[in-house]
């Protein structure tokens, strides 16, 4: 590859990476505007298989499920 081929592509990959930043911003700050105007987005769903709803939903740390003494015996 030669620099003026080498030239185009950096300016390709810089072009696509500010084009998926700004599209990015927009996408938050319209979903911003959706919560403040109280519009819910009917297309996606929630991460996680959280059903106690609110912000927390969803398992966030794998391994700690199953809680303390939740059907262990205490070892002596």
Avoid at 30 to 47: E, F, H, V, W
Avoid at 57 to 73: A, I, L, N, T, V
């Amino acid at each position: 590859m030669n620099r003026v081929e080498r030239k185009k592509n950096i300016e390709q990959s810089q072009a696509t990476s500010i084009k998926k930043r700004n599209d990015n911003i927009a996408s938050r700050i319209q979903t911003k505007r959706d919560k403040k105007m109280g519009i819910k987005d009917k297309g996606k769903k929630s991460a996680g298989g959280g059903s106690k709803g609110g912000k927390g939903g969803g398992k966030k740390r794998p391994g700690f499920e199953g809680g303390k003494g939740k059907g262990r015996k205490e070892q002596a």
